[in-house]
């Protein structure tokens, strides 16, 4: 009877322990292994018409799934240079700890290249500097500093940073840059700012290498109440770019924003493609009006090479500079405008439709050295 007993109870702690064992474990797989989000919507049949989203409930998903809630409230530089700021303080306060010497100048040098302005431009800055510390013999490091921000401001300052709406037919905007740099993200906050300022816009998803792209630029369209028209996987963009023009022209639209790949099914030049899918979104009755090369500010100097091909490509009437809310390489933008001499005409300083600015260098520069 005894060894009954004892049988049952060692029963009973293994099944209870098994149990409690059990249910840890699933407590911990779920911790680990969260059922997968769906990050883009479903693919939409072309093209899609959606209603105007409710904005205050807005959501955004950024492409690595992250929810990020758009807050209405356009952020400032200030907010979001954070990085690039830090990046130039500990310079600073070793410059403004001493008077003026030639070890200054050093500091500045190392400063300014450490933040990715590049070494031509930092010598054209540097140089000019000089120039006006001995005019006005400067040795208060402060004024110093302040005489620099004159010079970044005004190197910055040139070029017209308006984004062009031509009278007559749809004015197409195209988007190009390699993968990766923030196009889809860009164009879908511009359809916003856009349509806000009374625009009617069509989304092309002249992207036709990657089916996310199309997709992603769905759920742009989707979120924004912007028409979007999409071509098959593989298919020519050149075609939807020109079906876009058509749709828009059909229904009063006035602004086609097309996406462009960053590479390529077919053997054919990115830049080859580039330059025909321009053409033929320039065919009447569409009038491209901006050419806007997106480069990610977290590759720095990298960016300008690929910057350069593109511009020899295609007439690019305008930058746009992402991601410089995470880039300690603020400096990339006096690389851009003294190299590529193409004014940067909008700033990404995050992922929901609100984070692009116009931008406005005497805000950056404040921000930079504040
Ligand atoms: P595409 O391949 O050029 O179309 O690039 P995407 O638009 O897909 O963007 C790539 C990633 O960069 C996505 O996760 C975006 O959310 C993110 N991204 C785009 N612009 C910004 C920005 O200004 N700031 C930050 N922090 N992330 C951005």
């Keep these: 009877m005894e060894i009954l007993i004892v049988v049952l109870l060692v029963a009973l702690v293994v099944v209870v322990g098994g149990a409690v064992f059990v ?14 989000t769906p990050l883009l ?10 209603a105007p989203p409710d904005r205050e409930a807005e959501t955004e998903e950024g492409e690595g799934g992250g929810t990020a809630v758009a807050t209405g409230v356009r952020p400032s530089f200030r907010d979001r240079l954070g990085k690039a700021r830090g990046a130039l303080s500990g310079y600073l306060s ?16 190392e400063a300014l290249i450490r933040a990715d302005v590049g070494v031509a431009t930092t010598q054209q800055i540097l140089t000019d500097l000089r120039a006006v510390a001995e005019a006005e013999s400067i040795n208060d490091p402060d004024i110093l500093v302040e005489r620099l921000k004159d010079e970044l401001k005004a190197l910055l300052a040139t070029g017209d940073r308006t984004l062009r709406h031509e009278e007559g037919g749809p004015n197409v905007w195209l988007f190009v840059g390699v993968n990766g740099v923030g196009k889809t993200t860009t164009i879908g906050k511009v359809a916003r700012q856009q349509m806000d300022a009374g625009h009617t816009v069509v989304m092309a998803a002249g992207d036709t290498f990657r ?18 028209v999409r071509g098959n996987e593989g298919g020519d963009p050149s075609s939807v770019i020109f079906d876009a023009v058509q749709r828009a022209a059909a229904r009063g639209g006035d602004l086609v924003l097309g996406d462009t790949a960053g590479r390529l099914h077919t053997k054919t030049n990115l830049m080859e493609e580039l330059r025909k899918v321009r053409r033929v ?15 990610d500010a977290t590759t720095g100097q990298n960016g300008l ?48 439709v609100d984070d692009l600015v116009p931008f406005d260098p005497v805000d950056f520069v404040d921000a930079l050295f504040s």
């Design 23 to 36: 249910v840890r474990r699933s407590d911990r797989d779920t911790l680990e292994a969260p059922p997968p």
């Design 41 to 50: 919507p479903s693919a939409a049949p072309t093209p899609v018409d959606t």
């Design 94 to 109: 070793v410059i403004r700890s001493r008077k003026v010497d030639a070890e200054t100048w050093d500091e500045l040098e």
């Design 211 to 228: 089916a996310a792209a199309a997709e992603q630029l769905t759920g742009w369209a989707e979120r924004t109440g912007a028409e979007i």
């Design 281 to 295: 979104a320039d065919r009447d009755p569409g009038q491209v009006t901006e050419v806007l090369l997106v480069l």
């Design 305 to 352: 090479t690929q910057a350069q091909q593109f511009t020899e490509a295609v007439e690019v009437t305008g930058v746009v500079l992402t991601k410089l809310d995470g880039s300690a390489k603020g400096g990339i933008a006096l690389a851009i405008q003294s190299t590529l001499g193409i004014p940067i005409k909008l700033v990404g300083l995050g992922e929901t």
